[in-house]
C-alpha cells in the first residue's frame, strides 16, 4: 500500500474498497482493542510486495492475581445521556449500544446544535459524549463551552485514529475518560460508569 493509504488505514468508515465489499472498520476495530489493552501496531508495507502488521501486548508477569470482571452481568443504568458524532452511522449505533444497556440518550450530528440544546436544560443530562473531529465545533472545545455552562458534567471524548489526540491531553483539557473508535459496548459503559462515579 502506497504511504498515504497507510497514513489512514485505522481510520474508521475507510476502505479502498468497494461499499458492497468492505465497511471499513475492520483495521479500526483492531486497533481500538489493541489501544484498549495499552498494546502497539506496527505496520510495515511495500507496494506490490505485501504488508506485515506485528502487534504488541504489554507482558504480564503473574496472571495468577489478575481479578475477573467484577461488574460483570452488572453493565448499565438509567442515567440521562448526550451523545454527539457528526456522523449520522456513529449516532445510530451509539444509540443502539446505550439504549441496550437502558441509558436514556440523545444523539446529536451537530455540536452547535448539541451545545444549545445543552444551555437549554443542562440539569437534564447525566453526561456527555462527544466525539473529537467534527466540523464547525471539535469535541475538546463544545467540552470547553459545555463545561462553561455547567461545570461538573461528566464528559466522555471519543476519537478515530488520530495522533492530534491522546488520552494525556484529554485528560488534562478536563475529559472525565477518552475511547478509540470503534464503540465496544462493555468499554464504553465502563467510561460511563467511571465517568459518573
Known sequence: M??????RIFDPFFTTKSKTDGTGLGLATVHGVITSHKGHIDVYSEPGKGTTFNVYFP??????NIEGDKNLGQMGGDERLMFVDDEMENTVVADEIL???GYAVTTFTDSEAALEEFKSRPSEFDAVITDQTMPNMTGDVLAAKLREVRSDIPIIMVTG???KVSRENA???GINEFL???LISE????AIRTALA
Not at 2 to 7: C, F, H, N, V
Not at 59 to 64: E, G
Not at 187 to 190: F, S
Open 2 to 7: 502506497d504511504d498515504e493509504t497507510k497514513s
Open 59 to 64: 507482558a504480564i508477569a503473574d496472571h495468577s
Open 99 to 101: 439504549s441496550g444497556l
Open 161 to 163: 485514529y488520530s495522533a
Open 171 to 173: 485528560k488534562s483539557a
Open 180 to 182: 478509540m473508535k470503534p
Open 187 to 190: 468499554t464504553l459503559d465502563n
